[in-house]
Structure formats: C-alpha cells, structure tokens
C-alpha cells in the first residue's frame, strides 16, 4: 500500500494552493520524495512535516530566500531570538491597531457630537486640563506652510490631535496639544460655554468670538481667563474647503443667571 500523496492531496492537506507548493519548489525549499512513472510528485510525511515548517517560519516573516539556511543551520537558540523578535513585532502592530481604533472611534464621536451641536451653545463641564506649548505666533499672523514645516517633526500625527489655539488679550497667540500629565500650563476644571462651527475665511472665526462674548452677556455669564479654540482638522473629511472649530471659555455665572444649557445660534452662517 502505498503511503505517499499528490500535489493536490498535499495542498487541500495544509490549506495552501499547489501553486504555493509548487513556488517552494522552485525556490528550493521543498522538493517531493519522488516523481513517479507518469511524472506525478509524490509526497510523503516526511514532506508534510516539511512544508508545515515552512508555512510557520513563513508565518513568522522569514523570507523565503532564507527559509533553506534556517531549516538547515538554525540552532535552537535562534529560533528562540527568531520567535522573540516576530512577538516584539507582533506586540508593535497590536498597539498600532489599538491606537487607530481609539483614533477611529474619536472622529466617529467628534462628528455625531457636531453633527448634532454645530451652532449651538452649549454648557460643558470639563475636568482640569493639561497642555503643552506646540508653538506660538504673532496675532496677526496667520498660520502657514512655513510655520508648519517648521515645527511639524516635533508633533508625531499632528493632524490626528486637537490644535488648541490660546487666546488671552495678548498680541501673542499661543498653540497648544493637550497632554496627559502636567505640562507647561493647565486649564482648571469647572463649566465652559462652547459652540461649535464650519469655517471657511478667518473672518468667520472672528464673528464666532464675537458671538460667544455677546451671547455670554446677554446670559449674564462672566467669561473668566482666555478663549480656548479647539481646531479638529480630521473632520474636514466630512466637509470639503472648511475647518471644524470648537470655542470654549470658562464661565462663572452670576446669581440672576437666565442660564440656558443649549440654544440655537441666531447667525448668518445659519
């Protein structure tokens, strides 16, 4: 009886094509334990233990090129440094998944929340909050190639994170990425007045300032401390030639407070 079987029988076998079998061959990692009389390869399982190896050190990222020298010359002991580093590899991709679905999620979220709030106001109570200083310009300038071509090496991602723009009454502007720990300053906890909207020309932004300083009056609430515009770039997925910004500042109403959670907008942008 014979023990040996076909290309085919060998391919279903180990769930590989027989052109992947076949590839091994030529590439001279695999080779049938014989041909027989009408040219047919011949398999046994001493070649079924072979392409299981080969598949698993395929597996682990070996070139093929380099499958020979390892089936042939590998010590044990390279094996272990071979599987130790395919599990660091390993271990990288895994925390960039987690990474882009955290990321995946953030934007899913940020557009719902715009979708839903954009030209509203709206009361938010928010935890004290960490930056650190990206850069800062002059007031009247306005943010360019150069600038960002400068300082982009220094933000890995940029443009997946929230640009914070610090605006204090100074004619300096400050840039800021939040942080998770302390940094060069903080925001204190307590609730911020915000609104949120799609911009186009730099005079949009402006009339948004103007807005939520009337807005704040007009609801007797005291803007204390500086502007925070939160600039989400991602979201320009959703809306093409316009930013999405959100403005907050930190408010301390007043005893005859008609304070409202949320209200509509009344503005042109409408």
């Known amino acids: 009886m014979k023990t040996e079987i076909t290309i085919s029988e060998l391919a279903k076998l180990m769930n590989v094509s027989v052109h992947q079998i076949r590839y091994f061959e030529e590439k001279g990692v695999l080779q049938p334990a014989y041909t027989d009389s009408n040219q047919y390869r011949k398999y046994s399982i001493d070649q079924v233990y072979q392409l299981a190896h080969i598949l698993l050190l395929r597996k682990l990222s070996v070139p093929v090129h380099s499958i020979k020298e390892c089936m042939d010359s590998f010590s044990a002991d390279q094996y272990r440094q071979l599987l130790h580093s395919t599990l660091h590899q390993v271990e990288a991709e895994l925390l960039r998944l987690k990474e882009l679905q955290l990321f995946t999620k953030k934007v899913l979220h940020e557009q719902q929340s ?34 960002l071509a400068e300082k982009v090496k220094r933000v890995p991602n940029l443009f997946e994170s929230d640009i914070h723009y610090i605006y204090d009454g100074s004619n300096i502007n400050t840039l800021c990425l939040e942080a998770q720990e302390p940094g060069d300053f903080s925001f204190p906890e307590g609730e911020y007045l915000s609104m949120q909207r799609l911009i186009h020309e730099d005079d949009e932004l402006e009339q948004m300032i103007e807005q939520l300083y009337d807005y704040a009056a007009e609801e007797s609430f005291v803007i204390t401390g500086p502007l925070i515009l939160i600039e989400k770039s991602y979201l320009s997925l959703f809306s093409e030639s316009k930013l999405h910004y959100e403005l907050q500042a930190l408010i301390k109403p007043v005893a005859n407070s ?13």
């Open 114 to 147: 715009f979708s839903s709030q954009s030209n509203q106001y709206q009361i938010k109570r928010r935890d004290v909050t960490y930056f650190t200083r990206w850069m800062e310009m002059d007031s009247s300038t306005k943010l360019n190639a150069k600038l």
């Open 258 to 270: 008609k304070r409202r959670v949320e209200h509509e907008c009344n503005t042109d942008n409408e």
